[in-house]
C-alpha cells in the first residue's frame, strides 16, 4: 500500500509538538548513512522497473503483433475451409434440385397411371356382377368366373402396388425436399459466418467502431468444435447425396413397376377366370373366427372392468388411513418442548404413511394397466367389428349382388 506525502508530513508534524529529544553525532551520521543507503536501494529499484518497463512494453508490443499476425493467418484458413464448404453444398444442392425435379416427374406418371386403373376395375366388377345374376344350376362356378376373379384382384393389385410406389415416391420427395433444407439452410449460415469473418479479418488497429466488450473472451455453452463444423456440412452432404441416389434408384424401380404392371393387365385382361365358391367359404370362415374372438373380447372387457371398479375401491379405501396417519404427525409436531421427541411413535408414524403411499402407487399404476388394457381391448373391438363388417359386405357382394358375365372390355392402359 503506497504512502501519500501528505500522510509523511502529517506523521512529522505530530513528532514536533512532542518534547524534542537529544540524540547523539553518531546517531546523527547513522541516520544520514541509513538515508543514503535507503535513497539509493529505491534509486536502484526504480531503474531497474524502468528498464525492464521498457522491455515488457517491447515484448508485449512483438508479442501483439505476432499474435495478430497468427489470428489474422487464422481468419483466412478459416474463410478458405468456410468458402471449400460453401462450395461442395452448392453443388450438392444443384443435384438434389435436379433430382427433385425429375422425380415429381415421374411421380405425376405414377398418379396417371393409379387413375388408370378405375375404368379396368370397374369393367371386371361389372361382369362378376352379372354373372352372379344366375340362379338355380346355372350359377356355375366356371373358368370364367375364375378369370373374372383373378382379373379384379390383378388390377388391384396393380391399383394397390402403384398407390404404395406413390407414397414412396412422395416419401422420398419428402427426404429429398428436407436434405434440400438443410443444404439451403447451411448455405445461409455460411453465407453469414463468412460475411461475419470477413468483415473481422478486414478490421484493424485503427477501424472505427472498436471498443471494450467485458466478458467477451467467454466460450458460448452451445458453441461447438471445428470437428463438429465440419462434420455437421459433411453430414449434410452426405445425406444429400444418400437420398439423391435413393431416389434416382426410386426412379428406375418405378419405370419398371409401371411396365410390368401395364404388362399384367394386358395379360390379365384377355385370361378372365377366378374361382368364387372357395371365396365365399374362405370369407365366412373368417367372419365366424373374427366373431368369436369378438365375443371373447367383449367377455374379457366386462371382466377388466370389473378390475378397474375394484381397484378405484381400494385407492378409495386408502385415503381414510392415510388421512389419519398425516392428521397424527401434524398433531404431535404441537408437542411442546422436550416433549417433542423422535418416539417410537413418530417413527411408526411416518412409516405407515409411507406403506400406505406405496400402497396407493401401487394400486394406481395396476389401475393405469388395468384402463390400458381396457382401451386396447376397445380398440381391438372396434377393429374386429370394423372386420366383421368387412367380411359381411363381401359376403353380401358375392352371395347375393355378384352376377354376371363378361361381354367387352375396352381397358385403357398406361
Known amino acids: 500500500m503506497r504512502i501519500s506525502k501528505e500522510e509523511v508530513r502529517s506523521s512529522n508534524m505530530a513528532k514536533l509538538v512532542q518534547p524534542p529529544r537529544r540524540f547523539r553525532h553518531q546517531e546523527w551520521t547513522t541516520s544520514n548513512l541509513t538515508n543514503y543507503a535507503n535513497a539509493e536501494v ?9 528498464e525492464e518497463s521498457k522491455r515488457l512494453s517491447t515484448e508485449t508490443e512483438k508479442r501483439t503483433e505476432k499474435t495478430q499476425r497468427d489470428v489474422n493467418k487464422k481468419f483466412q484458413q478459416r474463410l478458405d475451409d468456410i468458402r471449400y464448404w460453401k462450395k461442395e453444398l452448392d453443388d450438392k444442392l444443384d443435384g438434389i434440385t435436379t433430382e427433385i425435379d425429375s422425380l ?25 356382377a352379372n354373372r352372379e345374376r344366375r340362379v338355380q344350376i346355372d350359377l356355375v362356378h366356371d373358368d370364367v368366373q375364375r378369370e373374372l376373379i383373378k382379373e379384379v384382384e390383378t388390377v388391384e393389385g396393380v391399383k394397390a402396388l402403384l398407390q404404395r410406389t406413390l407414397e414412396q415416391a412422395v416419401e422420398q420427395i419428402r427426404l429429398n425436399k428436407k436434405a434440400k433444407f438443410q443444404l439451403e439452410k447451411d448455405l445461409k449460415d455460411k453465407f453469414t459466418a463468412l460475411a461475419v469473418d470477413e468483415h473481422c479479418s478486414e478490421l484493424r488497429n485503427n477501424s472505427a467502431g472498436l471498443a471494450f466488450k467485458d466478458g467477451i473472451t467467454r466460450i458460448e455453452p452451445n458453441s461447438v468444435s471445428p470437428e463438429d463444423w465440419q462434420d455437421y456440412s459433411n453430414q449434410n452432404i452426405l445425406t444429400a447425396e444418400r437420398e439423391r441416389q435413393s431416389s434416382v434408384e426410386l426412379r428406375s424401380v418405378v419405370d419398371g413397376i409401371l411396365q410390368q404392371t401395364s404388362n399384367d393387365m394386358i395379360k390379365q385382361c384377355d385370361e378372365v377366370k377366378v374361382a368364387f365358391n372357395k371365396r365365399i367359404s374362405e370369407t365366412k370362415d373368417a367372419k365366424s373366427k373374427l366373431e368369436d374372438h369378438l365375443n371373447k373380447i367383449i367377455a374379457q372387457m366386462k371382466e377388466i372392468e370389473e378390475n378397474i371398479t375394484r381397484l378405484q375401491k381400494a385407492i378409495t379405501d386408502k385415503e381414510q388411513p392415510l388421512k389419519l396417519a398425516q392428521t397424527r404427525l401434524d398433531t404431535r409436531t404441537s408437542r411442546p418442548n422436550v416433549e417433542l421427541c423422535r418416539d417410537p411413535v413418530q417413527y411408526r408414524l411416518i412409516s405407515e404413511v409411507g406403506e400406505i403411499e406405496e400402497s396407493v402407487m401401487r394400486l394406481q399404476e395396476r389401475l393405469k394397466q388395468a384402463e390400458d388394457s381396457l382401451k386396447g381391448l376397445i380398440r381391438n373391438q372396434l377393429t374386429l367389428e370394423e372386420d366383421i363388417e368387412v367380411k359381411a359386405n363381401t359376403l353380401f357382394i358375392d352371395e347375393v349382388e355378384c352376377m354376371g358375365m363378361r361381354k367387352s372390355i375396352n381397358v385403357q392402359y398406361f
Open 42 to 50: 529505491e534509486r536502484a529499484i526504480a531503474e531497474r522497473l524502468v
Open 104 to 128: 415429381l416427374a415421374f411421380k405425376t406418371r405414377v398418379e396417371k397411371a393409379l387413375e388408370a386403373t378405375a375404368e379396368p376395375l370397374h369393367i371386371a366388377q361389372q361382369c362378376l
